[in-house]
């Protein structure tokens, strides 16, 4: 075993007359006295030579990159804003690079960091708060057919997913589950919140919508000429036909909340070691190290939990319109992903490079509840980092867009019917969230024309909405549920229940 000034440098040595120092002080840690935890010798290390001798501090920001128009005031003050929240993370000493999508806007949260659309890279090191609570957000669809109403199906639906607070007390069974990783520190008693949160999409953003798709041969042929050649063929024998399609976004839940909380801390106390004046927003875990590994490893169980999950989803619904899945794939939009000493982290951001046999990936990009679905093909353009947007973003706040429309005396429960008359909506937990509506969301043409515009990634097929289901909100003590007649006067259907919430001391072993 042998160490290096890299390494040394990585934990925040400055690459001066005292490495030198420290490098054989070292040595003689592992050769002269036997040591080869890495952890303790570079505690010992640290008692000798003190933090004053560190050089990683907060300096100039690293470049940025900008895929986004703005054209009103409005579209202007949150550009501003989301370049104003990513300065703070480029000033970091282990961020090489960032870049701001389409969907670029200011994101809320435990700790304020990358905002929603952000992307930022990063040399050796994983930054928690880059990659924010929401650990693999993703997409997911499947393909099938089915000679039901829409109607029909978000009653099957319904059945299949769960919204809200808590979780399910009846487990959705998954061999996920019983992947043997528990004793990871940063997955350590949480193996109740994998399972109560099998089959649950959570509230927010998150939905499960339905849409039609007519197959193409053009759409066969773009999918054999990128490498896609399973999927190809799967589609091969639908051609010139109308594919219903299901389409979930979600995260990890509480699964992965949890995980980042505990990564979070990690990375604060990591940099208090290591470096001066580091925000909570920058903190960051050395990959290289033992901890990093294990966070890592953490984040990729996350990551299949999260696929196995919308699976389950998928499953029990295709189970229950009594068909099969012609196809499926999906994709992670927050998460951290890593390509050669660099971690990319993208916090709202549809990954579009090529994967290791030089294919573009590919992507699926929402826009809003009444708009098509994008399927994409990566373009990996390098100067915005390989990414795409992973929506349309908003330019206002959800308290800002409802206060903008009382401003003006709009009837919120009138537009709301009116953004979402096209479509059959249903709120799971009983009224209608207007944050949620396709008003609260960029054009989603503007955002299409900007994927372009910038090469970001190119469109090859269309998700057309038929239906969707998202949490919505609960009824107030003070409020009364909606009556499923004034549901269906406002252009909703929604079924009223009560959803038992589950406290989360029930559902973690700690």
């Known amino acids: 075993m042998k160490l290096t000034k890299s390494f040394l440098i990585a934990c925040g040595w400055a690459d001066s007359a005292t490495l030198d120092a420290v490098l054989d002080r070292a040595t003689e840690l592992i050769e002269g006295k036997g040591i080869t935890d890495l952890q303790y010798i570079e505690k010992l290390l640290r008692r000798e030579f003190p933090k004053s001798d560190y050089t990683l501090t ?19 003050k949150n550009l501003v804003k989301a370049e104003t929240r990513i300065q703070e993370l480029l000033r970091s000493p282990v961020v090489t690079s960032g870049s701001l999508m389409p969907d670029a806007c200011p994101a809320g ?34 393909f099938y057919q089915s000679e039901l109403s829409i109607d029909d199906e978000l009653d099957v639906l319904t059945e299949a997913t769960r919204f809200g607070p808590g979780g399910r ?52 042929a773009e999918l054999q000429s990128s490498g896609h050649i399973d999927l190809a063929q799967s589609l091969s024998d ?22 980042y909380r505990r990564g979070l801390d990690v990375a604060v106390k990591h940099c208090r070691k290591v470096a001066d004046g580091i925000p909570e927003a920058a903190a960051w875990i050395d ?74 990936l590919l992507g699926l990009i929402p826009m809003n509840m009444a708009e098509p679905i994008l399927w994409v093909l990566g373009s990996d353009n390098t100067k915005y980092a390989s990414f795409a947007p992973h929506g349309a973003g908003r330019n206002l706040s959800r308290t800002a867009l409802l206060n ?18 096209s479509i059959a909506v249903r709120w799971y937990l009983g009224n209608a969230d207007f944050s949620e509506t396709p008003l609260a969301y960029k054009e989603a043409k503007v955002v299409r024309q900007q994927i372009e515009k910038y090469g970001l990634a190119r469109v090859v097929g269309l998700i057309q909405p038929r239906g969707s289901i998202m949490a919505g909100r609960a009824p107030k003590k003070a409020e009364k549920p909606l009556t499923p007649k004034q549901l269906r006067q406002r252009g909703h259907r929604a079924e009223r229940r009560k959803v038992k919430q589950v406290p989360w001391s029930e559902l973690d072993e700690e």
């Not at 295709?318 to 660099?342: P, T, Y």
């Not at 903008?404 to 008359?421: C, E």
């Open 109 to 142: 949260g435990e700790v304020a960091s990358l905002p929603v659309g952000g992307v930022v890279v990063a040399l050796n090191a994983i930054i928690p708060a880059a990659h924010s609570s929401d650990i693999c957000c993703s997409m997911y669809a499947s």
């Open 58 to 76: 907060m300096g100039d920001a690293a470049p940025l990159s900008l895929a986004i128009d703005v054209e009103t005031d409005e579209q202007r």
């Open 238 to 259: 639908y051609c010139d036909e109308t594919l219903r399609v299901l389409v979930t976004h979600h995260g990890s839940r509480g699964l992965g909340s949890t995980v």
């Open 404 to 421: 903008k429309f009382r401003k003006r005396r709009v009837n919120i429960d009138a537009a709301i019917v009116d953004a979402t008359s």
């Open 287 to 360: 990959a290289s190290s033992k901890t990093g590994s294990e966070y890592w490893e953490a984040l990729q169980y996350v990551s299949r939990w999260t696929r196995a999950n919308h699976k389950a989803i998928h499953r029990r619904f295709i189970d229950g319109v009594s068909s099969h899945a012609v196809c499926a794939f999906g994709n992670e939009h927050n998460f951290v992903w890593k390509r050669g000493d660099e971690y990319f982290h993208g916090k709202g951001a549809t990954p579009a490079w090529l994967d290791e046999s030089g294919n573009p």
């Open 169 to 220: 007390t009846e487990p959705v069974a998954d061999p996920v589950i019983e992947e043997n990783v528990w004793l990871n520190p940063f997955l350590k008693g949480l193996r109740n919140k994998a399972v109560a949160h099998m089959a649950d999409q959570g509230d927010g953003n998150h939905f499960a919508y339905l849409g039609e798709m007519l197959i193409t041969r053009q759409l066969i």
